[in-house]
């Protein structure tokens, strides 16, 4: 069982509702080390003082923060604390509003809320009032040393606080240089072709449909170099493998210029796969329990 990342309560009108903040996501990330391809052995982490060269242990390492130059102002967990003692215990709503108001680009890092003890009434209360009006609460509360604006969902039998970010953490657009996409002349036939493969590849969402399939092909990969004994084999960039690459590719880019044809084949490709997926389902009823 995962441990709370931070403990306080929900702010709501007058009402205090306790409550645990848990981690909602798990990272099964490649955990991949860092070698000295020379002689194999990892590299590790160092702490280094940047006067004296030393490494230094956690026990002597604080935070503080640099107010001119090579001047700082040690600040401690308490000292953090206490600068807002309502921001760093109270989930504060602000507002309820509309969830399809809410770019996705806003949406953070999600995570779930547990109700703390002696606050399941009020959490049920604030759960069943969410899902009832279809709104979400927007709040502000400090977790790890930082004010974090955030969103609270009714999800299932719990409710969810997701992280957003506020408008000075997303990129303005404007950044980007865009080409004028409007002068590209898309026809209608093109824009009804790509609308009919979007209906033929429509399906209600269900993420069970979905794994991390790059990972487990490196790991596939592991395994064969183990297997090959090629444990300490670098393999380099196939010069002749990326020229056929590069190849295809062009040829790829020459073939978007009949964008038509290729939604036709798109269309063609996706009947053919859902017929094949019905085939296998009705082979094997059995998968379907």
């Known amino acids: 069982m995962s441990r709370s990342i931070w403990k306080g309560a929900i702010s709501f009108g007058l009402v205090h509702i306790p409550v645990e903040v848990m981690p909602a996501g798990t990272h099964k990330d490649l955990d991949l080390k860092m070698i000295d391809r ?3 052995a ?3 982490y160092r702490r280094i003082n940047k006067e004296s060269g030393e490494e230094v242990e956690w026990d002597d390492i604080v935070k503080a923060y640099e107010y001119q130059d090579h001047q700082y102002v040690v ?7 206490r600068a807002n003692v309502k921001a760093t215990q109270t989930i504060d709503i602000l507002h309820f509003i509309e969830a399809g108001e809410i770019d996705s680009t806003y949406f953070a890092q999600p995570y779930y809320l547990k109700p703390g003890k002696g606050g399941e009434k009020v959490y049920a209360l ?3 009032t969410l899902r009832s009006s279809r709104k979400i609460g927007i709040a502000q509360v400090v977790m790890h040393s930082r004010q974090h604006l955030v969103a609270l969902i009714a999800h299932d039998n719990l409710i969810v606080l997701n992280t957003l970010r506020y408008p000075d953490e997303l990129r303005p657009a404007s950044d980007l240089d865009l080409p004028e996409l409007s002068h590209v ?15 033929d590849m429509t399906a209600h969402w269900n993420p069970a449909h979905y794994v991390d399939t790059y990972r ?5 990969l ?9 444990t300490h084999v670098i393999t380099g960039a196939n010069a002749e493998a990326s020229a056929e690459a590069s190849a295809e590719e062009s040829l790829r880019r020459a073939e978007i210029s009949d964008l038509l044809a290729l939604l036709k084949d798109s269309l063609h490709a996706s009947a053919r796969q859902g017929a094949t997926k019905t085939r296998t389902a009705a082979r094997r009823p059995h998968d379907l329990h």
């Open 38 to 40: 020379r002689d194999f």
């Open 42 to 44: 990892p590299i590790g």
């Open 75 to 81: 600040l401690s967990d308490e000292d953090l604390r």
């Open 126 to 128: 604030l759960l069943e």
């Open 185 to 199: 002349g898309i026809t209608d036939k093109e824009i009804n072709m790509a609308l009919a493969l979007v209906d």
């Open 216 to 220: 487990d092909d490196v790991l596939a």
């Open 222 to 230: 592991v395994r064969q170099k183990v297997r090959a004994r090629q």
